[in-house]
């Protein structure tokens, strides 16, 4: 939850179209912050699932490799792309490169919620790569190893991201600090994208951001339960 947060509001902040329409979308959609709260009204905030699922395919939380060892149950090798991998081999895939894989996800270091938004003059073969790009799209991992707070997770991202939104406005500092620890030179030349540490679950420093009460804010906030 954290590292998906800091993640969104690291990439809000730096891509001022997204930042506008989401805030947008949240304050036309709601009339109070006491209307923002789990069920139709949330949920049709389509352009908010949008920048979650980017936040979470591009720096996903959990960025590593979940390896698997191949069972001898059946005695059988496993057949992939023609490789053979004999029993007892460790196997996974890495989420983070698969989510930057751009035969699934075009610019894919280029944070882009546009990709996830549904298309009603989509073609047949826009439909067919916008169904490889969900089929990529793991972190949350799948199958019987999915996990299981899934759709907790969502609700709360949504929740904190239009509860942000409604209250504050938010924009990166003009002295901002570089989001990478002191010493590590990989992605350098990446200046918007959100580094973690990899440790199974992500560990992360930043982003550091200036937030401001947006105007009306103020005496909402004091008159609710919010306060």
Known sequence: MST?????YFYLS????????????IRST??????IRNGTKLASCTYL????????????PICTTLWRQLPESDGKALVIDGQVIPPRTEVGVNIYTLHHNEI??????????????????????DKHRKKLMYDAFTPFSMGSR?????????QEISLALAKTLWYLDFEQPANNIKTHRKGNTVGEGREKEFYVLDQFSSVHQGPNLTFRLRKGAREELIGTDDA
């Open 4 to 8: 998906a947060l800091a993640a969104a």
């Open 14 to 25: 730096r891509y001022s179209p997204c930042y506008n329409r989401l805030a947008t979308e």
């Open 30 to 35: 709601f009339t109070s912050a006491h209307e």
């Open 49 to 60: 699932r949008a920048c979650i699922d980017e936040t979470l395919r591009i720096t996903p």
């Open 104 to 125: 699934y996800f075009p610019d894919p270091f280029t944070f882009t919620p546009e990709r996830w938004m549904i298309d009603a003059s989509a073609t047949k073969e």
């Open 146 to 154: 999915g996990c299981a707070g899934k759709a907790m997770a969502y």
